[in-house]
């Protein structure tokens, strides 16, 4: 009854100060995007300026994807910092990882010896891939959260828009600057191109981490914390097969999108000629990036009118028709490379309108407030495996083919296809739907689960003054009681 006596004389926020911290948090994946993605020209120059000695040496086999390694790492350790000690500074400290080690693989050196600098790239990679990481668990949920605070009806887009979105501006931006350094150094100056292409990495993060010196921890965190402690087996009877479902189509998704990104560039060459000019490779492979944005802006308005879940499930169904088709046609439509750009990068833009927009969405929205941390970055990881995973089989998959061309790139579409209707099933049978308000709703409803097995629910929130612990309960004890 006294609500609307307290509301009174509250200053409203403009949608600025509203959205800014929802920015903030979510934006960081920018850097994911632009730093996997500028990796596939900075291999193909590295290839055309040391030749054997790069492709010969072990480095030539991990630079492209040892982010991933560090990226999983980052995720799983941010996720557990993001629950048990803030949002706000966890962020701070995987920006700060990101910008020194960014910086470090920009200048990469070893005693003028060519191999130890690879490896010194491939060191650092790892680290950056770290940073990446905490961007996860500590950002989208972060953002998520503070989303809540957005007018209603709106909500989905904006959590799309300031994350995968990000990611897919960081896919062009990583195509565009090496095409753009190449231009201006008429194709010589080799070094310059990647090194320069590696170092734009660092300005986003850096003009990030000024913002996110003000953020402060979403109310949602503030409230439902599980700071103090966790009743792990009543969270794993609770989300454990909605987090084995979510993970699963992160896996499917990731291991052909990150697989085909990197490896666009080089799909391209092949078309081409070896001797085709680094601006044409990077020119065609900029246009086919570009097909991601008209796919995840237009998926982040259909995300709120029908859902997360049936945008994943329609996107993920014209992407497989769209990879049969490809498949199908290869031989003639790879004769003409406009063409073949169109329809690849509507197959990609599919990909961004379902799965790319939406799984990032549900793994945020379909869990509580208190282990919504580690239970993304979970997903998160074991999708990123599936991107490790897809850079390491994607060429046995071109293998396959033999020594025909056009077998070796339709088998890839083949069975992106196939895993695209396998992750829209899984979807339909195993995840839910979430609405605007699903946050509030599934903190609740894990509230009351929790209750009705005994836990103590004051433990929950950041307020130091509760207590620690509740000595009536015993988790396993009590898990064990019920089951029986």
Request: charged share 15%; proline share 3%.
């Amino acid at each position: 009854m006294m609500e609307p006596a307290i509301e009174v004389g509250v200053r409203r926020k403009t949608f600025f100060q509203t959205a800014l911290p929802v920015f903030a948090c979510g934006a960081g994946l920018f850097s994911d995007g632009y730093v996997n993605n500028v990796i596939g020209s900075v291999n193909t120059v590295l290839k055309l300026q040391y030749g054997d000695v790069y492709t010969s040496s072990n480095a030539s086999k991990y630079v492209s994807d040892i982010a991933f390694v560090g990226t999983v790492v980052g995720q799983l350790f941010f996720g557990f910092l993001a629950d048990r000690w803030s949002r706000s500074n966890s962020l701070l400290v995987s920006t700060i990882i990101l910008i020194v080690f960014t910086a470090l693989a920009t200048g990469s050196y070893y005693h003028g010896d060519a191999v130890g600098m690879f490896n010194m790239l491939t060191a650092w990679r790892f680290f950056v891939g770290i940073g990446i990481g905490g961007e996860y668990p500590a950002g989208s949920v972060g953002c998520a959260e503070t989303s809540g605070e957005l007018k209603e009806g709106t909500r989905n887009r904006w959590f799309i828009l300031f994350t995968n979105t990000m990611i897919d501006w960081g896919f062009v931006i990583g195509a565009f600057v090496p095409y753009v350094v190449a231009a201006a150094t008429h194709d010589a100056r080799l070094s310059t191109i990647w090194r320069t292409s590696l170092g734009i990495g660092v300005v986003f993060p850096f003009i990030l981490f000024i913002l996110r010196l003000r953020l402060e921890e979403p109310e949602e965190f503030s409230k439902e914390s599980m700071r103090r402690k966790t009743p792990y087996l009543l969270v794993i009877r609770y989300y454990g097969l909605r987090l084995l479902a979510v993970s699963a189509v992160w896996f499917l998704y990731d291991f052909s999108t990150y697989a085909f990104g990197i490896y666009s560039s080089s799909i391209l060459a092949g078309i081409y000629s070896k001797t085709a000019p680094l601006t044409t490779v990077f020119g065609w492979n900029t246009v086919i990036n570009l097909f991601y944005i008209p796919g995840t802006m237009i998926g982040a308005f259909v995300s709120d009118y029908i859902g997360p879940k049936y945008t994943l499930i329609i996107g993920v169904c014209l992407q497989a028709i769209i990879g049969y088709i490809m498949a199908g046609v290869y031989d003639k439509i790879s004769q003409h490379i406009a063409g073949f750009a169109v329809v690849y990068g509507i197959f990609l833009s599919f990909g961004e309108f379902g799965p790319g927009n939406n799984i990032g969405l549900l793994a945020a929205k379909t869990c509580a407030t208190g282990v919504r941390g580690r239970y993304y970055g979970i997903a998160a990881a074991i999708g990123k495996i599936g991107a490790f995973v897809g850079t390491w089989v994607f060429p046995h998959i071109e293998a396959a083919g033999g020594d025909d061309p056009t077998k070796v790139a339709q088998y890839p579409f083949w069975v992106a296809s196939s895993l695209a209707l396998l992750s829209a099933l899984i979807t339909f049978l195993c995840i839910p739907n979430v609405g605007q308000d699903t946050i509030t709703e599934e903190d609740r409803k894990f509230r009351e689960y929790l209750e009705s097995h005994g836990w103590d629910t004051s433990q929950l929130g950041l307020d130091s003054n509760k207590s620690d612990s509740n000595p009536t309960y015993n988790e396993e004890e009590h898990v064990v009681q019920k089951m029986q």
